[in-house]
């Protein structure tokens, strides 16, 4: 594929996806998603914002040290500390990026930055000079690109890709373009900025009125030759354009798009199962390419025209973005080797055999209880075992009794601080009668914001995972549990979510200030 027939995809889900609401991710989870991206072949990895917090640092330098054929990049202000740290976050990669970022729009110049266009534009370029001196591979990003001026926009961007920028990322921030206007200002960009052969013109648009895989695809059509997406469609508000979407569109409609990009698609849904577990936000049945209904026909007009000939109703082929029957992978009789390859198959390494015969003994386990173990099973128990790092509460017992005729009541027993407690507690149901019983002994001031149940499998013996919010003082986590058993399940996404909140810590956000 020449340059200009390639499109780049850079995906974002690490760092925009991760500033969901509630969508925070461990180092170890953020590791897995990466080893996802790597597979898929996606061309540049967001890994985070380095100066967040310590936290966020680690990640990405974890990210960095363990992806090899993407490159990773790191966010960073135009500010000169923003920069030096994610230089220094990703010292170890093979390859890197600096994503250095001000805004241009007059609304973000006057209220948030409470600067001249001229003072912006100097510090763009000190940004871009800054960040060259720890790679060659810098991007720009005027923020709220798309309610910039165009004027000003081509004398920022002409200069900072003198300065350096080998790519130029137009984002339509808060989700306000529409498709023909946006695709109108790319063209006007590239033709219009006389070194706009320099640099890869890129695009990144949010969803906030559905359009961002619209404006994308238009941006494309008008010379954009990468793409910032995220897998689901994750991030800020209404999320960003979805990486699954923008592929498979180019991919399908090879008679409208000139390029097309270098996707692995049989690993979209496994990757968009895995960013779905991790954080907690389960994926619509209607969405598109990874929704579960999304080949599913259930006319029987539709189904007697896929039967016959399958592109009368059906545009792609299901096996092309990774649908797979569910598969029975596993079970009661597999041993410790037969565990280990097939979770190194999807992906999961074992950093050691002490993690490993842990994961193994849950395993065990569960193939007690379910006699079927499918990928997503074994998913849900490393996502588990990721999550109960340094664990504060730990469940040991639960007892509950409820019926028509009785109220819920729950017994619990758990390892809190290090010493065993009890609890008992009734409630509106067996859920709610657990989750009094716990802060009857934690006692942690949280509100609960979102509590989300989904069956992981088909068939009544499949596990359900569960998905809780819980925010204090401002900072929003979610814990995720899984069992055959909803309602352990609920007590150990309560625990885990519990166990987050304890470590969380505060995190800079890096569009909320500039200084
Ligand atoms: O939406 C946005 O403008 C961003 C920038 C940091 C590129 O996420
Ligand atoms: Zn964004």
């Known amino acids: 594929m020449g340059a200009s027939d390639k499109l ?16 925070s991710m461990t180092k170890d989870e953020k590791l897995h998603i990466a080893k996802a991206l790597e597979r898929m072949r996606v061309d540049i990895i967001e890994a985070g914002f380095p100066i967040a917090s310590p936290g966020d640092f680690e990640s990405v330098q974890a990210v960095a040290g363990a992806i090899k054929d993407s490159t990773v990049c790191g966010l960073a202000r135009a500010l000169d500390r923003d920069i030096d740290r994610a230089g220094e976050a990703l010292k170890g990669a093979n390859s890197s ?44 990003s005027p923020e709220d690109a798309g309610r910039s001026e165009l004027d000003f926009l081509c004398r920022i961007i002409e200069q900072v890709i003198q300065a350096g920028a080998r790519t130029i990322n137009i984002p339509d921030t808060v989700g306000y373009n529409i498709p023909l206007q946006f695709g109108e200002l790319i063209k006007q960009l590239i033709e219009r900025i006389p070194n706009s052969d320099q640099a890869v013109f890129s695009v990144h648009c949010h969803n906030d ?16 030759r990468q793409v910032e997406c995220t897998i689901n469609g994750l991030g800020e508000r209404a999320g960003n354009a979805s990486l699954e979407e923008v592929v498979m569109s180019v991919r399908t409609r090879q008679d409208v798009f000139t390029c097309d990009t270098d996707l692995d698609t049989t690993q979209i849904v496994p990757a968009s199962r895995m960013v779905s577990t991790i954080t907690g936000f389960p994926v619509q049945p209607n969405k598109a390419i990874v929704g579960a209904n999304a ?59 002490e993690d490993l015969n842990r994961t193994f003994m849950a395993f065990k386990d569960l193939a007690d209880k379910k006699h079927e173990i499918f990928d997503e099973d074994l998913f849900a128990l490393v996502s588990e075992d990721d999550a109960n790092f340094d664990e504060q509460f730990k469940l040991v017992a639960l007892t509950i009794s409820s019926g028509t005729n009785q109220a819920p009541h729950a017994e619990l027993t758990l390892i809190m601080k290090g010493h065993q407690q009890q609890a008992s507690a009734e409630g509106g149901g067996p859920v709610d009668a657990a989750f009094r019983a716990i802060e009857s002994l934690a006692d942690s001031q949280v509100k609960l914001q979102l509590y989300s149940v989904n069956s992981i499998t088909s068939g ?52 909320l200030s500039q200084v």
């Open 97 to 140: 990026r600096i994503h250095t970022f001000i805004a241009t729009s007059p609304i973000h110049m006057q209220h948030k930055l409470r600067m001249q266009p001229d003072e912006v534009i100097a510090q763009a370029i000190a940004a871009v000079k800054r960040a060259r001196q720890y790679t060659d591979d810098v991007e720009f």
């Open 460 to 511: 009544t013996d499949a596990q359900g995972e569960v998905t809780v919010r819980l925010e204090k003082d401002g900072n929003i986590v979610n814990g995720h549990g899984a069992d055959t058993d909803i309602v352990i399940a609920s007590v150990k996404a309560y625990l885990n979510a519990l166990n987050k909140i304890h470590f969380s810590h505060k995190r800079e956000h890096p569009q």
């Open 295 to 353: 080949f599913a026909h259930e006319s029987g007009i539709h189904q007697d025209g896929v039967l016959k000939a399958r592109e009368t109703y059906e545009i792609m082929r299901a096996e092309d973005v990774g649908w797979t029957a569910n598969r029975i992978v596993l079970g009661k009789h597999s041993g410790r080797n037969a565990f280990k390859t097939r979770l190194a198959e999807l992906g999961v390494e074992f950093s050691n055999d």
């Open 8 to 23: 780049i995809i850079f995906d974002t889900t690490l760092r925009d996806g991760e500033q969901s609401p509630g969508a």
């Open 209 to 224: 009125l559905g359009l961002a895989v619209a404006n994308s695809l238009a941006s494309v059509l008008n010379g954009a």
